[in-house]
C-alpha cells in the first residue's frame, strides 16, 4: 500500500524547491493584497443569448391544480369501509423489550 505524505513532508518539499529556486538567481515578486490578476482593461466575456434558447414557462398555478385534483380523485371514503372490513383489520399491538423480544400482545377490543 502507498504511504500518504504528510503535511511535514509536503512542507518540507515546498521549502527545498523555494530554495533551489532562490539560489539559482531568481527572486520572488511580492503582490500587495486587493490585487487581481485580471487586466482591468479588457471586458469580460458577455455571454451568447439568441431567442431560440430560450425556454418556455409552464404557469405552476395551472399544474398545482392538476395535482390536488388527483390526489383528491384517489382518496377512498372513509364512509364507504364495510362492518366486514373493518373487522379484517389487525387489531393487535405486539410489545417488544428493549432486546426486540416480543413481551406481550395488546388486544384491542371494539
Do not use: C, W
Request: aromatic share 2%.
Amino acid at each position: 500500500m502507498k504511504k500518504l505524505p504528510t503535511k511535514d513532508d509536503i512542507r518540507r518539499e515546498l521549502n527545498q524547491q523555494i530554495a533551489e529556486y532562490l539560489t539559482s538567481g531568481q527572486v520572488i515578486a511580492e503582490i500587495p493584497k486587493g490585487v487581481s490578476g485580471r487586466d482591468p482593461m479588457q471586458a469580460l466575456p458577455t455571454p451568447i443569448i439568441s431567442e431560440n434558447s430560450r425556454q418556455t414557462r409552464t404557469p405552476l398555478t395551472e399544474v398545482s391544480k392538476e395535482i390536488e385534483l388527483r390526489k383528491r380523485s384517489n382518496k377512498p371514503a372513509t364512509a364507504a369501509l364495510t362492518e366486514h372490513n373493518r373487522r379484517k383489520r389487525n387489531r393487535d399491538t405486539i410489545k417488544y423489550d428493549d432486546f426486540g423480544e416480543p413481551l406481550r400482545v395488546i388486544r384491542r377490543q371494539d
